[in-house]
């Protein structure tokens, strides 16, 4: 397909000339009759049918998305030997629908750049935001009355199926209601959903009482298994033993980041359609990057979502306004009785941390990593309001609770995905994990819950790199832009 000398089509020209491969890989990008993605290999543009379907209107040289196999990277070692890979290589699943999905926001930029796995960016050794298969995949495990025990599948679901599952879980009736984009759509458990409930995994015959979910996140899924392997995440394994491992992983959206998926994850709705659309984002409007890891932002995430999105919570009560939810450093919160971000927004209190449960399940050796320290207590605190909530101090005993712990994402990023700081991270995040579980038991509701364990999006293990500086290069190539995250062209 012959480009016009547009601003955009320069861009592209300068993003996968040669020159540029050992730091852009892809550049991905909306075009007049659909979309389009680039690198110095090859191109494909391609377009979504009326039914939904994926057309291909053009295709040169060897495209970046041309690999979508699922069965890619699964262990450790075969991880490893492709790493390296471009994102023609190892494109992930589903990265057409991640596409198009990306550009109905109304802050999307004209242009994401992937960056090449050779470049590390953001000091990062390990990384995710792109399309590439390793960064795509997070772990799902699920266990406990209405969950069938398949054991480990080579099978896989969405990040958007997640809150449609849970839903169906919960005994939320199917009813109607629209997809992300507003069109009606029945047998939907919440009233926006573009996910699809998983029906492989539910035992439709069993409704447990209770539902909890614990978000490990950024979780490498092939150190997660490498982990239970080891007889390291003893909670984890006792899940598997007892339930369904998706070994092709829960597989997240473009951007495979955390707000983006995290929000996916808790409503149902793709990123580009659910309002929260990455960590950060130009607001062309406003003239603003809107940057939700700036914690005054970041605790008031849930502000962002769209018009008629509904979380877990909020379904749930629409069904059952007595039930009880709770949640912990979470940003898919509202609607909960307790919220962690909730409790900070408004100034409420949250329970104290003792000296000695601050220090419990802590890799000493690590504490002097400051992403390991500062993440450590993140978490310590989240286990413990997850055991405050189970003792039933803020309300009645949870019909459904979400529990995000943040250890791995920050030692995955600082160590890379298969590091010693991240099998202490796994470790330590097992653990807290298990005494949640031990209140649950406690409580006497134990055999009645239905566990669930998931990430957000996946971790790569970059090469490192000299930093390179995109901005500059953009400025000095004549584009006149607005970048975001390092990624995101925001032509002017
Ligand atoms: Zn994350």
Redesign the pocket.
């Known amino acids: 397909m012959t480009l016009a000398d547009t601003p955009i089509s320069r861009l592209e020209s300068f993003l996968t000339d040669s020159s540029m491969t050992r730091y852009v890989d892809t550049v991905v990008m909306r075009t007049d009759d659909g979309f389009r993605a680039a690198s110095a290999d090859g191109a494909v543009d391609f377009r979504e049918a009326p039914d939904g379907s994926i057309e291909i209107l053009a295709e040169s040289g060897d495209h970046p998305l041309r690999n979508q196999a699922l069965d890619q990277g699964i262990g450790t070692e075969a991880e490893i030997a492709v790493e390296e890979a471009s994102l023609g290589e190892l494109a992930t699943p589903l990265a057409y629908e991640s596409v198009v999905q990306y550009f109905d926001a109304e802050h999307a930029p004209d242009a994401a750049v992937m960056w090449s796995p050779q470049q590390m960016f953001h000091d990062c050794v390990g990384n ?1 935001g792109s399309l590439g298969g390793i960064q795509a995949r997070a772990p799902f495990i699920a266990a406990g009355p209405g969950i069938r025990p398949r054991g480990i599948v080579p099978e896989h679901l969405r990040t958007v199926d997640v809150a449609p599952t849970i839903a169906a879980l919960l005994g939320i009736p199917a009813g109607d209601g629209v997809d992300g984009r507003g069109r009606a759509r029945s047998g939907v458990r919440l009233e926006m959903q573009d996910g699809d409930e998983i029906t492989d995994l539910l035992d439709p015959d069993e409704r447990p009482d209770h539902v909890v979910v614990f978000l490990w ?2 979780v490498n899924p092939n150190a997660l298994h490498d982990a239970v392997d080891r007889g390291e995440a003893p909670g984890i394994a006792s899940l598997i033993e007892r339930g369904t491992s998706y070994r092709h992983g829960c597989i997240s959206a473009l951007p495979t ?2 707000l983006a ?2 929000t996916t994850q808790c409503t149902g709705v793709f990123p580009g359609r659910s309002g929260v659309l990455h960590n950060t984002w130009y607001d062309r409007n406003r003239g603003v990057h809107v940057d939700l890891l700036d914690y005054h932002q970041m605790i008031r995430a849930r502000d962002h979502l769209a018009p008629g999105v509904e979380t877990i919570h909020e379904a749930l009560k629409r069904h059952e306004p007595e039930a009880f939810t709770a949640t912990t450093y979470e940003y898919g919160d509202r609607g909960a009785d307790y919220s962690t971000y909730a409790q900070m927004t408004t100034n409420g209190p949250i329970p104290t941390l003792s000296d000695a449960d601050r220090r419990l399940h802590r890799t000493e050796d690590f504490m002097g990593v400051k992403e390991f320290r500062n993440a450590s207590i993140y978490d310590a605190h989240s286990r413990n309001e997850a055991l405050h909530v189970w003792r039933g101090e803020f309300g009645a005993l949870p019909r459904y609770s979400w529990f995000t712990f943040n250890l791995t ?1 920050a030692c995955g990023h600082a160590g890379g995905p298969h590091s010693e700081i991240l099998h202490a991270a796994i470790r330590d995040t097992d653990a807290r994990m298990r005494d949640v579980l031990a209140e649950i038991e406690f409580a006497g509701k134990l055999d009645r819950t239905a566990v669930i364990v998931l ?3 996946g971790m790569q293990r970059f090469a490192i790199a000299e930093p390179f500086d995109l901005a500059g290069a953009l400025r000095d190539a004549g584009i006149d832009a607005v970048l975001n995250d390092d990624q995101y062209v925001y032509l002017r």
Do not use: K, L, V
């Open positions: 995710h996140d950024g980041a955390t998926n995290h994402d990430a957000d999006h």
